[in-house]
């Protein structure tokens, strides 16, 4: 079983930034794909950012160029600096992995608000 706990949500002022991170424990497959999807109120849940073990990323077009995603593989962690936050920002932010197998897991998600 695999556990994912989220941390660094919270509130900012429009063309701000920050960072969120997640730590995974539990048996992490070394072929795990690691990353972040959002989910706005009265909105599907959407892709961010994505992650594999061999560093290819996957970003929605709607963050490229304002959000990074990094992990480190020693910590079976993964970030994701925001930067140029916007309003549309907005939104519960979830950890996911998906394990060799094709298993997926999710954290319990941490709220990111973005308001003047």
């Known amino acids: 079983q695999v556990q994912l706990v989220e941390s660094g949500g919270g509130v900012v002022q429009p063309g701000g930034s920050l960072t969120l991170s997640c730590a995974a424990s539990g048996s992490i497959s070394r072929f795990a794909v690691m990353g972040w999807y959002r989910q706005a109120p009265g909105k599907q849940r959407e892709l961010v950012a994505t992650?594999?073990?061999?560093?290819?990323?996957n970003y929605a077009e709607s963050v490229k160029g304002r959000f990074t995603i990094s992990r480190d593989n020693a910590k079976n962690a993964v970030y994701l600096q925001m930067n140029s936050l916007k309003p549309e920002d907005t939104a519960v932010y979830y950890c996911?992995?998906?394990?060799?197998?094709?298993?997926?897991?999710w954290g319990q998600g941490t709220q990111v608000t973005v308001s003047s």
């Open positions: 992650k594999t073990t061999r560093s290819i990323t």
């Open positions: 996911n992995l998906i394990d060799g197998r094709g298993t997926a897991y």
